[in-house]
């Protein structure tokens, strides 16, 4: 009963929870369905529904406020996911489809995340630019929910998502892509200098002919 009184004060969470375990149950039938059944043109279909479980929690977040309901919390976080499944979605399912192939059905292995170097500062900046394009997405849809919102105290919960949001893409931004490249660069400085090193008797032949042997 504490479940069912919980989803009636807080539906719009409760459709967020519902969305990500469908996200997770499309995407398990759909490698189900391309790996097991061979049947790519169903995986296909089923990956395709995965974008329209974005759409019912966008309405319905929206329509939630339009009937009068307080924008709380709830409504934020509702932003924010949909923000990250706009970014990471398709690139979540890309992991997890290369994954299952290689583990599971004799797939090419997946390329690996780079250790270092300019690679890996490369990885960072478009794990970043994903990021961005989240922040985007929620800073988006919460500019849509304050205009409908009217009571301040609303508009304030609101922004604060936004401030959540915008906290976020900075840490990410100076913890990934800016922390990278100065690793990077201290990596470079630390490699030994081969001008340094030291000199052999064969890096300067003697000017002098050799004396030959008896």
Same mark, same amino acid.
């Given at each position: ?78 932003? !924010? ?77 609101? !922004? ?13 931004? !100076? ?40």
């Amino acid at each position: 009963m504490e479940i069912v009184e919980w989803v009636r004060d807080h539906p719009v969470a409760a459709l967020v929870i519902t969305c990500e375990v469908a996200f997770w149950v499309f995407l398990a039938a759909a490698v189900v369905a391309r790996y097991v059944l061979r049947r790519r043109r169903l995986s296909t279909v089923l990956l395709l529904c995965e974008p329209l479980i974005e759409v019912v929690l966008l309405v319905a977040t929206v329509t939630d406020l339009l009937r009068g309901a307080e924008a709380t919390w709830t409504h934020g976080l509702a932003a !924010l996911y949909l923000g990250f499944t706009v970014a990471f979605g398709r690139y979540t399912v890309h992991k997890v489809d290369g994954w299952v192939a290689w583990r599971l059905f004799d797939g090419p292995r997946p390329p690996r995340v780079p250790s270092g170097g300019r690679a890996k500062v490369v990885h960072e900046w478009k794990l970043w630019l994903r990021v961005l394009l989240a922040w985007a997405v929620a800073v988006a849809v919460l500019g849509v929910l304050l205009l409908i919102a009217d009571d301040p105290a609303q508009r304030q919960v609101l !922004l604060g998502w936004a401030g959540r949001a915008t906290l976020v893409m900075g840490i990410w931004f !100076l913890a990934g892509p800016v922390w990278q490249v100065f690793a990077d660069s201290a990596g470079e400085d630390d490699a030994p200098d081969t001008d340094d090193a030291p000199e052999t008797p064969a890096d300067h032949p003697t000017s002098h002919p050799a004396h030959p042997t008896p």
